[in-house]
């Protein structure tokens, strides 16, 4: 109550309210993309098994093993549509890794 009161006085005055620690931790956090994080590209060359991708080996430089890694992790997970499951084929794929 009285800090409605001082608040509609300092309005009235026109002085400028001082902003509260709670009024700055109630802002919300900087949002930040993945285009504004290094995200490295690795060409993987994986043959197709069933309705999934094996036998993954990369094409490109990658200069980090943990990059490298979960790139082929990230393959092992794609689906293979039914048209191409089964067929035994290579195939390369580009993996977007943000280490």
């Known amino acids: 109550m009285i800090a409605a009161a ?7 005055q026109g002085s400028p309210v001082q902003p509260t620690k709670l009024d700055q931790l109630a802002q919300p956090a900087p949002v930040v993309t993945v285009s ?3 995200v490295v590209s690795v060409v993987l060359d994986c043959q197709i098994a069933a309705k ?19 790139a082929i992790r990230m393959a092992a997970g794609v689906a293979v549509p039914d048209a191409l499951a089964d067929s035994g084929a290579r195939i390369r794929v580009r993996m977007n890794v943000a280490p």
Do not use: F, G, I, Q
């Not at 001082?6 to 009235?12: P, T």
């Open 52 to 70: 999934s991708l094996t036998d993954c080996k990369a094409v490109s430089e990658a200069n980090d093993a943990h990059v490298l890694a979960e």
């Open 36 to 38: 504004e994080r290094a």
């Open 6 to 12: 001082l608040l509609a006085l300092s309005l009235a």
